[in-house]
Each structure stands twice: as structure tokens, then as C-alpha cells.
């Protein structure tokens, strides 16, 4: 039989990893009798722990809420793990950086020193994507009203700020009507917040920026939710980033053969297909807004291309040419230095 205070642990752990457990079961896992099992619950609660006994042939335990958060107990790699987590809070838009790293400093605290001294070696810098604007952040209230309203499934009402500072033609935001939605999903993509949500006065499924979300208060009633299209929260928001109605897909899409290695153009693409055809050759299937947006966008590599399909690509291909020609015609005749190769 293992010592009571490393049975104890043992039972804070089994405790943190389910939300009931049978009384015999415990017993079971730790090799005890449940007579012991119960004097350790007691033990843990004089430490603070809220457990909850209840009555019964078929009873058991539960750990449950209490006024005050008592020490928790994390494996190695979930203290690593939750390490991980606090550093890389700064890009996800949630205004919680300083509480990230003050909760970041308390885990610390606490850790053994075999584990303090893993946790400090493990420096990352979280950046945010090339290229990209800063994020907007969302305070922490908001998430926790849009989250709140999803997991009870009540009805949401909320002000929705326009994308640009309003101006004189613009309703007045303090006449408009609120937004109505049923809230279905909290997501976060590229370190920016959205609300997936039915829009009944549209009839349709709306993403919206939570960043540009006041919401108001009393929420409610209740709704019946409905299935997101397609079954898949993460499938469905990428797919209206991609410009389709939640089908799948870019409006356009084609195939090309590039004269460069597969590794190369893999890195500049972000939401294309890239096979490797040989050492310095590769497929790339690639979509965009419109037939010209996507020939542009494989043209930017210095490459010879073959169009695969389909027409439309080629003909954008055709339309691009022309343009570039003409205005390669009207520069300046003296400046014969050859563009640079990147």
C-alpha cells in the first residue's frame, strides 16, 4: 500500500481527471479499502479540496467547486504544457497578457525544482504572423458573456461596430437595432476571436469579430441549437475565409507545374496542395477570389509555369501578359538594369 501522502496525491489526481467517481472504483484504482478511500477524502478536505460525497448503493465522490481555488496538482507535462500555453497568450488577442504571465510566475512558484528548471529553459517568443496587423484585442468580459450565452443556449443580443469609423451618411449607432443571434460556437483563428452563430432575421449562419461585439444584457430565451454546416466548427470558418457558403472551396480554383522544388513553394503557400514531381519540379493546386487574383498569385514565384486547367486560369494567365506588356512598354527606355530575381 503506498503511503498516505502519496496516496493522497494519487486521489487528487484520479479526482482532476473525471467528474464522478464510484466509491469501489476508487478503491479499486488505489488498492484500498473504501473505508480508507473515505478517510482520505476527509484528509483532503481538511487540506481545503470541496469534495462531494453522495449517498447511496451506487455512490461515489466529486470534486467541486470552492470559494477559493486550493493547490491543484499537474503531471510534468501538464505543467510544461500550461507553460507553453501562458508564453504564447500575448498573440491570442484575449487581453490577458498580463494575467498570462502572472499566472505563469504563481504555477512557477510552486513547481519541484526539477521541473522549475525545465519550465525556465522553455523561453518562446510568441510574433505575430509576416506581413499582418496587429490584432485587435477583446477583453476578457466579452468572452466570458459570449461563452456564457453559448453553453447555456440563449438568445444574444449584441452592437456590432462597423468595420470603419462611421460617417455622416451612417446610421446613428444609437438607433440602430441590435444584432439577434443564437450562438453556437467561440472560435480563434490567426489570434483574432469570432462568434459562429444563426442568424434568424437572415436566415443564414454569420461569423462575426467578437472584437467589434458590445453586447447587452438580459440575454435569453432558449433556442434548440442546429448543426453547423458540415458537422465541423473548424472546417465551416475556414471555409467562409475562403469565400465559399460553407460548401468547401475558393471560388477559383486551379493546377499548375512550377520549375521549382516542392520544399520552396510549400513555404509561400498557405492554403494551396504542393506535390513534389522531382528534385526541381512540383504541382501546386491553388485558389483565389478571381481568375486574375490567382494567376497573380503563382506568378509572384520566378519560375517557368504550365498551366494544367482550367480554361480560365490560362486566359487569366493571357489577360495578365498583355497588361504587364503595356505597361512595360510605357517605361523609361534608359533604364535597362534587370529587375531583381526576388
Given at each position: 500500500m503506498p503511503k498516505t501522502s502519496a496516496r493522497l496525491l494519487s486521489l487528487l489526481s484520479l479526482l482532476q481527471a473525471r467528474r464522478d467517481w464510484p466509491g469501489q472504483l476508487l478503491a479499486e484504482r488505489l488498492d484500498v479499502s473504501p473505508r480508507t478511500v473515505r478517510r482520505d477524502v476527509d484528509r483532503l478536505?481538511?487540506?481545503?479540496?470541496?469534495?462531494?460525497?453522495?449517498k447511496g448503493p451506487d455512490g461515489g465522490y466529486r470534486l467541486g467547486a470552492g470559494s477559493d481555488l486550493p493547490p491543484l496538482l499537474f503531471d510534468d507535462d501538464q505543467a510544461v504544457a500550461l507553460a507553453v500555453a501562458l508564453q504564447t497568450a500575448t498573440?491570442?488577442?484575449?487581453?490577458?497578457?498580463?494575467?498570462?504571465?502572472?499566472?505563469?510566475?504563481?504555477?512557477?512558484?510552486?513547481?519541484?525544482?526539477?521541473?522549475?528548471?525545465?519550465?525556465?529553459a522553455l523561453r518562446v517568443t510568441a510574433v505575430?504572423?509576416?506581413?499582418?496587423?496587429?490584432?485587435?484585442q477583446v477583453g476578457p468580459q466579452v468572452l466570458m458573456t459570449l461563452?456564457?450565452?453559448?453553453?447555456?443556449?440563449?438568445?444574444?443580443?449584441?452592437?456590432?461596430?462597423?468595420?470603419?469609423?462611421?460617417?455622416?451618411s451612417d446610421p446613428d449607432p444609437a438607433?440602430?437595432?441590435?444584432?439577434?443571434?443564437?450562438?453556437?460556437?467561440?472560435?480563434?483563428?490567426?489570434?483574432?476571436?469570432?462568434?459562429?452563430?444563426?442568424?434568424?432575421?437572415?436566415d443564414d449562419w454569420r461569423t462575426?469579430?467578437?472584437?467589434?461585439?458590445?453586447?447587452?444584457?438580459?440575454?435569453?430565451?432558449?433556442?434548440?441549437?442546429r448543426d453547423v454546416p458540415g458537422g465541423d466548427v473548424a472546417a465551416f470558418v475556414a471555409?467562409?475565409?475562403?469565400?465559399?457558403?460553407?460548401s468547401g472551396g475558393w471560388p477559383c480554383r486551379g493546377e499548375v507545374i512550377l520549375d521549382l522544388p516542392a520544399s520552396v513553394v510549400s513555404t509561400y503557400t498557405r492554403d494551396g496542395v504542393v506535390e513534389e514531381l522531382g528534385p526541381d519540379r512540383c504541382r501546386l493546386v491553388q485558389?483565389?477570389?478571381?481568375?486574375?487574383?490567382?494567376?497573380?498569385?503563382?506568378?509572384?514565384?520566378?519560375?517557368?509555369?504550365?498551366?494544367?486547367?482550367?480554361?480560365?486560369?490560362?486566359?487569366?494567365?493571357?489577360?495578365?501578359?498583355?497588361?504587364?506588356?503595356?505597361?512595360?512598354?510605357?517605361?523609361?527606355?534608359?533604364?535597362?538594369?534587370?529587375?531583381?530575381?526576388?
Open positions: 478536505r481538511e487540506l481545503g479540496y470541496p469534495i462531494v460525497a453522495a498573440v491570442t488577442g484575449a487581453g490577458i497578457e498580463e494575467a498570462a504571465a502572472r499566472a505563469l510566475s504563481t504555477v512557477r512558484q510552486v513547481m519541484p525544482a526539477r521541473l522549475r528548471h525545465r519550465v525556465d505575430e504572423g509576416a506581413g499582418t496587423r496587429p490584432n485587435p461563452s456564457a450565452a453559448v453553453r447555456d443556449r440563449e438568445v444574444l443580443r449584441f452592437d456590432y461596430a462597423p468595420v470603419s469609423a462611421p460617417d455622416a438607433v440602430t437595432p441590435p444584432r439577434r443571434v443564437e450562438p453556437h460556437h467561440l472560435v480563434t483563428r490567426g489570434g483574432r476571436w469570432y462568434l459562429v452563430a444563426w442568424d434568424p432575421d437572415r462575426f469579430r467578437v472584437d467589434r461585439i458590445t453586447p447587452r444584457t438580459p440575454t435569453g430565451p432558449r433556442f434548440t441549437p471555409s467562409r475565409f475562403q469565400g465559399s457558403d460553407g485558389g483565389a477570389w478571381s481568375w486574375p487574383g490567382l494567376a497573380a498569385t503563382i506568378g509572384r514565384f520566378d519560375a517557368d509555369i504550365e498551366v494544367i486547367g482550367p480554361p480560365e486560369l490560362r486566359e487569366a494567365f493571357a489577360h495578365l501578359a498583355r497588361r504587364f506588356a503595356d505597361a512595360a512598354a510605357g517605361a523609361s527606355t534608359g533604364d535597362t538594369a534587370p529587375p531583381p530575381s526576388r
